[in-house]
């Protein structure tokens, strides 16, 4: 899924990209975990009303109706990083390539698939008043980039794995750990789970995270309402906490939100970007494991999708001086 905002493709003229990378990290794993999609119970594409589930009615071999639905962000705090779409030679571009239908399935036969699918897009635009009214820092943007990290880790080894080059303001880090198979890093057994115990990620060498998995699965309930604050790998994905609905952490996945600069919980985008760490393309950012965890399948990839706001001047942050 890729989507251009500055540029038509026509032209051929410089473009910016601002959510790059397969469907599963773009269209599920930046909602759960970028804190642009809502709160509450509404953190998942899962629990839109309007989401139907690939099912197969009773006696039916072929395949029902399904509506699978997500949520592309833009904005990162109110009115910061809205795309302008009132020039019409500079409008973006949204190119999804889609899978065929047998690969979205696994576990199930079905005597039939669906022939045709559709795609709808809708987008939400700001109304403009006779008076001048723009969004703050027009021109800002927030984007995602889906890479991988390197080098591979080994079964049980000790190293430091580095995230691409980035710059400006991060916002969230989304990490994706994948075997030699493409599978997800994790499962319920101690005997497949890839994460170190005790992960750390550096800022040009600096620690700015030295703790227990546990504790960021922690981290990631109280700030995001995902996952338990139970420790044991196989209770992670369970959707409840001591009677309180959240949702499941997907296995395999982790993040570290700076989307907290009012409060331990991340509110969206009521957000003054205090916490967001200031990066250069000089700026070396590394997961470290002493050591990864034991997977059947090995060398893992760390793959990440990570948040990068680049403000078009100065990015306002803080609250305004009364």
């Known amino acids: 899924m890729e989507l251009l905002p500055i540029g038509a493709a026509q032209r051929r003229i410089r473009v910016t990209q601002l959510i790059t990378g397969p469907g599963f990290d773009t269209a599920f794993l930046l909602q759960l975990y970028g804190q642009q999609f809502g709160t509450d119970e509404v953190v998942s594409p899962q629990n839109l009303p309007s989401f139907a589930p690939i099912h197969v009615p009773a006696g039916v071999g072929a395949e029902g109706g399904f509506n699978l639905t997500t949520y592309l962000p833009f904005e990162f705090a109110k009115g910061y990083g809205t795309i302008s779409g009132a020039n019409a030679a500079l409008l973006p571009v949204l190119q999804i390539n889609t899978s065929i239908f047998s690969t979205m399935i696994t576990g199930s036969t079905y005597s039939a698939y669906p022939s045709a699918t559709s795609v709808t897009v809708d987008a939400d635009f700001y109304w403009l008043p006779n008076v001048a009214s723009d969004p703050p820092g027009i021109g800002t943007t927030q984007q995602w980039i889906y890479q991988p990290c390197n080098p591979p880790i080994p079964s049980g080894g000790s190293q430091l794995v580095q995230l691409p080059r980035l710059g400006g303001y991060l916002s969230t880090i989304i990490l994706d750990l994948r075997d030699a198979n493409g599978v997800r890093a994790e499962s319920n057994t101690t005997t497949n789970f890839g994460w170190p115990v005790r992960p750390k990620l550096l800022v040009d060498g600096v620690p700015l995270i030295d703790s227990l998995f546990s504790t960021l699965q922690e981290d990631l309930a109280i700030a995001l309402q995902v996952g338990t604050l139970n420790n044991s790998p196989a209770a992670s994905t369970s959707t409840t906490?001591?009677?309180?609905?959240?949702?499941?952490?997907?296995?395999?996945?982790?993040?570290?939100?700076?989307?907290?600069?009012?409060?331990?919980?991340?509110?969206?985008?009521?957000?003054?970007?205090?916490?967001?760490?200031?990066t250069n393309p000089g700026t070396q950012i590394e997961v470290a494991g002493f050591p990864w965890g034991a997977v059947i399948a090995a060398p893992m990839i760390l793959n990440a999708l990570v948040g990068q706001i680049v403000p078009s001047g100065a990015l306002v942050r803080g609250l305004p001086e009364a």
Request: charged fraction near 15%.
């Open 241 to 278: 906490n001591q009677g309180t609905p959240q949702a499941a952490r997907p296995l395999g996945t982790m993040a570290i939100s700076r989307k907290t600069s009012m409060a331990q919980r991340a509110l969206g985008l009521l957000d003054t970007g205090e916490v967001f760490p200031s």
